[in-house]
């Protein structure tokens, strides 16, 4: 941002907002499957000891859930709170989840999540909804794009700087120092969003509540025909015998979630004329979209496991020092002590009974070392903490961002600029070949029998960000431009629907990595789903091209 005020000056408000939320969310993302599956920590602060099924059942769960709230909070920061209110509710709220999170216990644990779950409800669609409204006269206009670029660049420092804190706090002093730091991120960014807002007027300017329409369901009506029926789905897809998706908590959210996609689909049909083609491109680019998040979202579950069981991740000897110092390395052994006996693909093996067969051996780390290499029993080994593995992504999205933006204006400036619908199908395309990338590393490590080299997951996510470059900013601002004035948050909480059902394929996805022998086959998977979504854009791109200038610009 500079003096020459090329964008609101509430931008940078909203940008550090949204950062300590990032910040906080990010960090407690990064050790969330860590700690679910810990369960021989020292510290006194045990892990919830899940089985690996359960911890991607529940990730998915979380995730899902975390990105379904904001099409309520949208819906009620629409035509009720206003933005302001709704954002400071939300990130007060993942505050008090975040700190309860400190505490042990499991009963402790699942409110904590539903804390966590209601507060970014309140505030995500609706900070997002925020950015998009202080573009909304012809001086910014143009620059909408690249706001939701400088925006979502935000979100990628606090992602960034999470997981070192994460690593050094985990280390040091266990989980619940950790989770707690996150709940302190969270109220600075409370304090700074009120703190800022002194200083600018341009916030408090574009959060204004438009009044529905006639046609415009009351609370009430919204209450009866949405929250009910989708309440009873839910509850029928938890006590239907057996299982449909894999689980009881997939089948009830992919239940629950039918109501709620056919409230957006009847919007159209109850939309005045001139709002129908924008909501049904919207739909549709929503619709696609959810095969991205399905895969992206496996950066910590799948990816997470890799990077565990995986990689390796010994620390060199001239950053041993380094590390120490600043705490962002563990510390493993080969002593002998009782384990889950594995097989050579690191799935363990379970007895007639179902049960996890128990053994005497090392450290789980060696699992895929060959004995001879071992070192020395009682001979330290410093390794790179697992979740610093999750900063390379934002990291990545930090030092790309001005790249992307920077060859998105030249390409402006010769009027060869691809349109919002074709960045999104582009950065599909490229999501789609970062699967490819984790298909050679499974090929390189004999399917995990050897560890892998590190560079393959900075290679993943290397191309992977800049496919989210290309689509997740793009989606933001797509739905700030073709959403109608008076439900931009709650066609942000659509967005954000798309991003949960995601999520939860994505669990649903990361479950089935102890059903595939040859893990090649898991990242296949992932590649082509990307692919048929890619197909269905650029089927619709023309189409979406002509909403886009028609009714976006």
Known sequence: ???????????????????????????????????????????????????????????????????????????????????????????????????????????????????????????????????????????????????????????????????????????????????????????????????????????????????????????????????????????????????????????????????????FVNLVRTAQEHEKEPLKALLSVMGVVVIFWAIFHQNGSALTLWAESYTEREVPTYLEDATTTLSFNEVVTTEMREVPELDMHGIPVLDEDGNAVVTMGPHAYFNNIPESEWPDDYVEVKLFSTELFQSINPGFIILFTPLVVAFLVFLNRRKREPSTPAKIGIGLFITALSSLVMVAAVYYSDNGAIKASAGWLFGVYAVVTVGELFLSPMGLALVSRLSPPRMVALMMGGWFLSTSIGNKLSGVLSGLWNFYDNKAYFFVTNTALAMVAVLGIFILLPWLRRVVKEYGE
Do not use: C
């Open 1 to 263: 941002m500079s003096k020459e005020s090329k964008h609101p000056r509430g931008l940078m408000v909203l940008f550090f907002t949204e950062m300590w939320e990032r910040f906080g969310f990010y960090l407690m993302l990064g050790i969330f499957t860590l700690y679910m599956i810990d369960g021989d920590s020292t510290d006194g602060f045990l892990g919830m000891a899940f089985s690996y099924e359960k911890a991607a059942d529940i990730y998915g769960s979380y995730l899902a859930l975390v990105y379904l709230t904001p099409f309520f909070g949208g819906l009620l920061a629409d035509r009720y709170l206003g933005y302001r209110k709704s954002i400071t509710i939300g990130g007060l709220l993942m505050a008090a989840g975040y700190i309860g999170l400190s505490f042990p216990g499991e009963t402790n644990f699942y409110i904590s999540l539903l804390l966590i779950i209601l507060g970014n409800g309140f505030f995500k669609p609706n900070i997002s909804a925020l950015v998009g409204r202080l573009y909304d006269n012809d001086k910014y206009r143009s620059k909408k794009d690249s706001g939701f670029n400088i925006f979502y660049m935000g979100i990628n420092v606090g992602a960034f700087v999470s997981n070192f804190v994460a690593a050094y706090l985990r280390i040091n002093y266990g989980w619940g120092w950790a989770f707690a730091a996150a709940g302190v991120g969270m109220v600075i960014g409370v304090a700074w969003f009120w703190a800022g807002m002194a200083s600018t007027e341009d916030i408090k300017k574009a959060d204004y509540i438009t009044a529905p329409t006639k046609d415009d369901m009351s609370l009430m009506q919204i209450l009866m025909k949405l929250f009910v029926p989708a309440i009873i789905a839910g509850t029928l897809g938890w006590l239907i015998p057996g299982t449909m998706f894999g689980s009881n908590s997939t089948d009830a959210f992919l239940f629950f979630s039918i109501p709620v996609v056919l409230f």
